[in-house]
């Protein structure tokens, strides 16, 4: 049995209905995928993993994962999954969300997740869309760019996910993309293993709602739109002011190493009883 078998004997449940529900060329899959590399790399039973999803294409991935996994309203992901961590902080705890979910109805629970520094690790997959509910514009649809709610082009700015997330006080951000695979496994292994509130902003494509809106031919061509206009972060670092507009940055961002909300909690449940007996 080859590694990639065993892989999706031991992580994937086979009841689910495969092959699964995503668009031909959707990311998601690869980033699944990512996933499951990534907690196997850790040697993490399935029991001690949680993994908490909101509503969108990326919500479906929790279906397919087997560990223990809780699909939540709109936008609440984040919430869940603190509860869960603060009352079993020994537990694993992996959100998924997409850019809608999470920094839309999401977004103010994305910040305070983020401010707390609770221990989860956040991964954003971002398509620049809403796409499972119609193709509307979210809030990092980019400037000019169209959607079903912006047919004439999107006027507002955009969220920078990674920017975000290292103002409202996250102790590891990243950024990868499901065209570069490999570094992705390697920014999530990184990210599992750390503690507080880990983010990770993956690019992956939508052709079905973005794509064809916004003159891409097929999935192929917003690969390589993704392998063009990305670049590692070291790399873009040395580029002149005016050409870093052209190109995003990709790699880690930020990397603290300060306890999650649950340590410092339990922490302070310690003293508490020591001090009352």
Partial sequence: MSEVTQLIHQ???????????????????????????SVHAQGWSKDDVVVVAG??????????????????????ALTFATGIKMAKPEMHVIVIMGD?????????????????????TAIILNNNIYGMTG??????????DFSMTTPYGQLEKSFDIVELARAAGANFVARGTAFHAQQLDRIMTTAFGRPGFNLVEVFTPCHTQYGRKNKFKNPVEMY???SKTTMPLEAWSKLEPEKRAERTPVGVFVERDEPGLEERYMEMKKKLLGSAQ
């Avoid at 809608?100 to 989860?120: M, V």
């Avoid at 193709?135 to 000019?144: D, L, V």
Wanted: charged letters at 15%; proline letters at 4%.
């Fill in 11 to 37: 992580y994937l449940r086979h009841n689910k209905k495969f092959p699964h529900v995503l668009c031909p060329g959707c990311g998601h899959g690869i980033a699944m995928g990512s996933i499951v590399r």
């Fill in 55 to 76: 509503i969108g294409c990326s919500g479906r991935i929790a279906v397919y994962m087997d560990f223990n996994t809780v699909h939540t309203t709109h936008g609440r």
């Fill in 100 to 120: 809608g979910d999470a920094l839309s109805i999401g977004g103010n629970h994305l910040i305070h997740a983020a401010r707390k520094n609770i221990g989860l």
């Fill in 135 to 144: 193709g509307q514009c979210s809030s990092t649809t980019p400037t000019g």
């Fill in 224 to 226: 390589k739109h993704i």
